[in-house]
């Protein structure tokens, strides 16, 4: 099935793609924020590499510019605000946000497939960290999981790179990258019929959650101007709760048994 799209997806839509049913997740106040064009249904991921095959998406244009890479950069210019919560200064802000809780209270953490594309790939990596590249995060309780796989170290406290133009693209991290970009030598296109010039795979995302209700804030923004457009994409049924690790007990050694003796002057 090729890529396609359920434009202006509402966020009943939306909540029921994240969180269909038996998920094991409880929800709500779910509250959408942006121009309707920036969501959307998708279906068809499979026929493009290491992509989600179904979900919804928020972007910072309108979605019906994935349809066909013509070469160009897409830009759309919605006029709405930014968010502080992803960046500043940032225009253009589409957002999800809504409070859930697991159903089964020995669940201790969340799990979030994703993949991030772009129409600022490759010209941000290239002109370096100047800013100008699209922001997006996953906000479980206030806190970015959107990172970079093994970029976050307990043991010495990093708290994790943020998956962005800058840290994932055909320069860094190239493992977590495909590259879209149309050639300047007329060369084949790798996935014609899909705009953004780069994406990530898919890529997993996990945090721990509290008892009762947590806070979830999905979103993506321009950052310092309205231009070039960006687009996250959450694979449906992808927002999982997971059990808390059950620790296996270490292995317990029997006693050696003293050896048997013979009493002296006895048979």
Known sequence: MAFSLTENASVIQ??????PPGSGIIYKDPNFSGDPRCAALFSGGSTIASFPDFGFLLGTGDAHELYGQDGTDVSTNFGYPGDPD?????YDACTLAFEFQCENSNFGSLEISY???SDEYNSAA????????DAFAL????????????SANDTVGSPGTAVSGYSINHLTNTEYFVDNNPPSEGLAIAYPDFEPDGFTKNLKATGNIVPGWNTMK?????????HMD???????GGFMCAPIPVATPAPTSSPTPLPTTTPIGKC
């Open 218 to 226: 999905i979103g993506i923004v321009d950052t310092f101007d309205p």
């Open 86 to 90: 992803f960046a500043t200064p940032s």
């Open 14 to 19: 939306i909540m029921n793609s994240l969180l």
């Open 139 to 150: 906000l479980l309780n206030g806190n970015n999981i959107a990172l970079v796989p093994g």
């Open 230 to 236: 960006s687009w996250l994409f959450l694979e449906g």
């Open 115 to 117: 993949a991030f594309a």
């Open 126 to 133: 290239d002109s370096g960290n100047i800013g100008f590249g």
